[in-house]
C-alpha cells in the first residue's frame, strides 16, 4: 500500500515524498483511514513507527480549508522536546498546505508565545502545563476546537499531568475528534481511554509493551562501584558511535556526563532541570553528531526521534518496567538495527523480573572478562572471554544458577 491509497491529498503526499518517505507504516496504515472518517481512536505501537505521521496527516488534511479564529486542533505531549519534534514535524508534513501552527512549552518567555496565540493558529502542540497558563491568563480559547489528541498517554500519567489534563478537558468542547496514542496502554490509560473517547476505534499493530525485533539486548551484571568503569570499556572496546544513556536521576546524568567528558568523550546531558535553552543546544548538537554521547534522564525516553542512535545503555535500570520499552526505543527506529544494553547491580534484580515479564522476552545475560560481579549471593565463578550465561526470568532461579 502506498501513501497515495490512503487517500490523502496531492499536497500531503509530496511533502511525504520529499521527506524519503515511500510507504506507510502499520500503525499509518491502518489508523489514517479511520481519522479521515473522523472516528476516535485509542492507538498502540512501539516507538519510532511513525506515530506522528499516524495523527498528523489526516488532521493536516482535515484542516487545510475552511479558517477559523482560534486553534481547531490541540495536541498535548508530556515533554518539551517532545512538543517541538511534533511541531517540526507537522510543519514539514504541511510545508505545501495552508495549516497555521504553533507550539507552546515551559521554560522559555511566555510573552511571545501569547502574541503568536493571539494572532491565531489551526493547530497547537502544547505540554499541560505551560497551556493551562495560557488558559488561565485568556490568551487562548478552544471554543473551535474540532480534534484533540494526547500524544505518550501513558507519560503523562507519570508524570502527574491528569489533573492538568482533565482541566484542559473542561476547557474544549464536548464534541469533537479525541485520539489517544501510546507505545503501552496501562489501566489508567485505558481508563482515562475510556472517559474521554466516543465509540473509539483501537488500533494495536504490536503488542502493548514490546520492543522492537530490530534490538540486539544483553544485560551485563557487574557490581554497582564498577559501572562507570564497565561503560568506559564498552565505550573504548565495542562500535558504540552514537550512544544515548540513561540515569535514574538528574544528579547521576550530570556526574556520569562529567566522568565521561574527563575521559575524552563529547558528552552532554539532558534532564529537566537544564535551562531550556540549553536542553535545546545539547539535544541538536547530538541529533548533529557534534556531541556523541548523552546522558540523560527518562525525559528524554518518550517520543523523542533521533536518528541514527547506534546504543541505548540503561546506566541505571529503570524503576517502571515499561520506561525500558521506551528507552530501548529510542535505538532500531523505523526498522533499523539497534542495540540495547543495561548494566544491572545487585540491587536491580527485581526490575530485571518486572522488564521481561512485561515483554515477554528473555534478555541475555553476558559477562564482561575482569568485571565480574561479586555480590550476587554467591561468590562467581571466573568466566571465560566471550561466555554468555542465559538465565530464565526468574531472579531466584538465576541467583540459584550462580
Known amino acids: 500500500m502506498s501513501f497515495a491509497d490512503l487517500g490523502l491529498a496531492p499536497a500531503l503526499l509530496r511533502a511525504v515524498a520529499e521527506a524519503g518517505y515511500l510507504t506507510p507504516t502499520p500503525i499509518q496504515t491502518q489508523a489514517i483511514p479511520f481519522l479521515l472518517q473522523g472516528r476516535d481512536l485509542l492507538g498502540c505501537a512501539q516507538t519510532g513507527t511513525g506515530k506522528t505521521a499516524a495523527f498528523g496527516l489526516p488532521l493536516l488534511?482535515?484542516?487545510?480549508?475552511?479558517?477559523?479564529v482560534?486553534?481547531?486542533?490541540?495536541?498535548?505531549?508530556?515533554?518539551?522536546?517532545l512538543a517541538a519534534q511534533i511541531h517540526t514535524s507537522l510543519r514539514a508534513y504541511g510545508r505545501y498546505t495552508s495549516v497555521r501552527l504553533g507550539v507552546v512549552f515551559g521554560g522559555v518567555k511566555i510573552g511571545p508565545q501569547a502574541l503568536r496565540l493571539q494572532a491565531g493558529m489551526d493547530i497547537l502542540v502544547a505540554t499541560p502545563g505551560r497551556l493551562l497558563d495560557h488558559l488561565e491568563r485568556g490568551n487562548?480559547?478552544?471554543?473551535?476546537l474540532e480534534c484533540l489528541i494526547l500524544d505518550e498517554a501513558d507519560r503523562m500519567l507519570d508524570m502527574g499531568f491528569i489533573p492538568a489534563v482533565r482541566r484542559i478537558l473542561r476547557a474544549v468542547p464536548a464534541q469533537r475528534q479525541t485520539l489517544c496514542f501510546s507505545a503501552t496502554l496501562p489501566y489508567d490509560v485505558q481508563s482515562l481511554a475510556a472517559e474521554i473517547l466516543q465509540e473509539p476505534v483501537r488500533v494495536e499493530v504490536t503488542r502493548p509493551a514490546t520492543t522492537p525485533l530490530t534490538i540486539r539486548q544483553v544485560i551485563h551484571p557487574v557490581d554497582r562501584e564498577q559501572k562507570a568503569n564497565l561503560l568506559m570499556h564498552l565505550l573504548t572496546s565495542?562500535?558504540?558511535?552514537?550512544?544515548?544513556?540513561?540515569?535514574?536521576?538528574?544528579?547521576?546524568?550530570?556526574?556520569?556526563?562529567?566522568?565521561?567528558?574527563?575521559?575524552?568523550?563529547?558528552t552532554g546531558a539532558l534532564h529537566g532541570d537544564k535551562p531550556q535553552g540549553v536542553r535545546t543546544r545539547v539535544l541538536?548538537?547530538?541529533?548533529?553528531?557534534?556531541?556523541?554521547?548523552l546522558v540523560a534522564t527518562d525525559l528524554a525516553a518518550r517520543g523523542l526521534d533521533v536518528a541514527g542512535v547506534s546504543h541505548v545503555v540503561n546506566f541505571d535500570l529503570p524503576s517502571v518496567a515499561e520506561d525500558y520499552v521506551h528507552r530501548v526505543g529510542r535505538t532500531g527506529r523505523a526498522e533499523t538495527p539497534g542495540n540495547a544494553v543495561s548494566l544491572m547491580?545487585?540491587?536491580?534484580?527485581?526490575?530485571?523480573?518486572?522488564?521481561?515479564?512485561?515483554?515477554?522476552?528473555?534478555?541475555?545475560r553476558e559477562v564482561v572478562p575482569g568485571f565480574?560481579?561479586?555480590?550476587?549471593?554467591?561468590?562467581?565463578?571466573?568466566?571465560?572471554?566471550?561466555?554468555?550465561?542465559?538465565?530464565?526470568?526468574?531472579?531466584?532461579?538465576?541467583?540459584?544458577?550462580?
Open 345 to 364: 547491580d545487585a540491587g536491580e534484580w527485581e526490575m530485571v523480573c518486572g522488564i521481561e515479564c512485561l515483554t515477554g522476552v528473555e534478555i541475555p
Open 284 to 293: 541538536e548538537g547530538f541529533r548533529s553528531r557534534k556531541v556523541n554521547i
Open 61 to 68: 488534511q482535515r484542516l487545510q480549508h475552511h479558517r477559523q
Open 70 to 81: 482560534g486553534p481547531r486542533a490541540l495536541v498535548l505531549a508530556p515533554t518539551r522536546e
Open 238 to 266: 565495542g562500535s558504540m558511535e552514537h550512544v544515548l544513556i540513561f540515569t535514574r536521576t538528574k544528579d547521576g546524568a550530570d556526574r556520569l556526563a562529567e566522568h565521561l567528558t574527563r575521559q575524552g568523550h563529547v
Open 140 to 144: 487562548v480559547r478552544f471554543a473551535a
Open 372 to 402: 565480574e560481579p561479586s555480590r550476587l549471593g554467591m561468590r562467581v565463578p571466573t568466566v571465560p572471554r566471550r561466555s554468555v550465561r542465559r538465565w530464565g526470568p526468574s531472579p531466584r532461579a538465576w541467583r540459584h544458577r550462580w
